[in-house]
């Protein structure tokens, strides 16, 4: 995880996410029709004092929340939860998608947590147990499969949308392979790590 082939593929995939997830809520806006002059003017400042606010004043709260309440295992893990869901709303109030905040309070919140405490073991835990299981089968429940056979287009819109997402995530690594003069088998792990669209997409989905 210390390489540099793999944080340049984190940061890369974390800031296209957002990216992705910000041109969401753009289309959102277009097909509800309030893709105004006066959105626009509210949406960059606010946006860009949210996000200050977001990776500058969580992670200097945390130090000073750690520093006095560390002992307390339970207690760490309610701040967590609680910063996710408080930057979460925050975004909703920005008008933006949660999904987003909840994405970037993990940002600082990652630096403050050591890999293999046992804070990071119950957060995975909670995660891969509870929250990601939900995720699916909310998103599952909404899918309808026989769209595949009532609208045969869709496989057609389907298969451009993953030879597109393939070619781009490959010329993505390839681009970066150059720049920072990686060896064809790093660029391959850098095109391996990034392919995978399962987070945007299922909030995309959902939205949609």
Do not use: C
């Not at 979460?88 to 993990?106: K, R």
């Not at 899918?143 to 009532?150: A, D, H, M, S, T």
């Not at 920072?180 to 391959?188: E, T």
């Amino acid at each position: 995880m210390q390489s540099r082939v793999l944080t340049t593929t984190f940061g890369g995939t974390l800031i296209t996410d957002i990216l992705a997830l910000l041109v969401l809520e753009v289309v959102i806006r277009a097909h509800q029709r309030s893709l105004t002059f006066r959105f626009w003017l509210f949406l960059i400042p606010s946006l860009i004092i949210y996000t200050f606010l977001t990776l500058w004043g969580v992670p200097r709260l945390g130090k000073s929340f750690f520093r006095k309440f560390g002992h307390d295992e339970g207690t760490e893990f309610t701040f967590v939860l609680a910063t996710v869901f408080v930057v979460s709303y925050g975004a909703d109030i920005v008008q933006i998608e949660p999904i987003i905040g909840a994405f970037l309070a993990g940002v600082p919140i990652t630096q403050l947590i050591l890999h293999l405490s046992p804070l990071m073991s119950r957060i995975q835990f909670m995660g891969n147990i509870i929250f990601v299981p939900f995720s699916l089968i909310s998103v599952g429940m909404l899918v309808k499969p026989r769209i595949l056979i009532q609208e045969p287009k869709s496989l057609i819109v389907s298969g451009v949308i993953v030879t597109v997402a393939i070619i781009a995530k490959y010329l993505r690594a390839w681009g970066a392979g150059k720049l920072f003069v990686f060896n064809f088998d790093r660029v391959m792990v850098m095109f391996g790590l990034s392919v995978a669209q399962a987070a945007s997409n299922l909030a995309a989905i959902t939205v949609a």
